[in-house]
């Protein structure tokens, strides 16, 4: 059973979610009024979003990391509780939690790029934590068990970084590391740097054959998948995307509004794993990828009724 995820935001449903910026609260006479207010309409939102993808049989969603905006933020950085309307943000928050657990939906988490767990700062070290402590915390409300990220950057030193990493991994509070998962990226992490420290540290690895395809190495990709997926004790997440402009083309990094059916892996077909779709055509894309999943009678998850 494939479980399909949808990234973030909506292409044509008129569901939104709102965010702000430090500079801005700096400017306002209120700014914990104008935070209170955003929360109360992401939360909304949430419910919107997560009503839909049941009702369109999309297994999971992927919540933005501005949920709750500039949460971490040193200069802002706030608890629900702190929020003038903060019980009854938890209240709707719980409400969301419920549903996603009636309806089997699954909700995921991926931090933005600037969490870099293996950077050679101190400072942005720290501020990554801090992000991910957020999320979560956000993660405990919801019942998420997903929190996702990226190997980092190289900085010169391959093995250096990979080191770096597994030290600040293991400083991480069990909040976290129970949650964090390492995806390979299409610039600096291919799968076979990546897998022996998941295994090493039992972190789940997100597999995303996209960047695989960019950033290649002596795996296939059954064989990455057929690794990734000891790397989980629970429902593996993997991603897909397509190339703009077809695999001939000058920057295959770049992601189609659509998935081309074939970019799909045969070896993934009849696994039980969640696969995110990252095409900028969000849920219209999804539902043409059904489509031709089903077509090519690929068993998809359906909502719990």
Known sequence: MIRLGLCCIFYEEPIKFRTTTAAYLSRSEKPYDHIDAIVRDNIQALLKAMT??????????RINSQFLPLCSHPDWMYTLADLPNGKEHLEEIEKCRLYREEKGLRLVLHPDQ????NSPKKEVV??????????AMLADLLEIDVINI???GVYGNKTEALARLKSHY????????KRLTFENDDKSYTPSDL??????????????VHHHRCLKDNMLTQEVTEAALKTWNREPLFHISSPLEGWEGSKPQRHHDFINPDDFPDCWKSLS???EIEAKAKEVAIQKLQTALEHRSVKLWKATT
Not at 52 to 61: A, K
């Open 52 to 61: 839909y993808c049941v009702l369109h049989n999309i297994g999971s969603f």
């Open 114 to 117: 600037f969490v870099v767990l």
């Open 126 to 135: 720290e501020s990554s934590i801090a992000e991910l402590t957020y999320h």
């Open 150 to 152: 990226h190997g980092g």
């Open 170 to 177: 293991k400083s991480l509070d069990t909040s976290i590391k």
């Open 195 to 208: 897998l022996p420290i998941c295994n090493e540290l039992g972190a789940p690895f997100v597999y995303d």
């Open 273 to 275: 794993v969640t696969v």
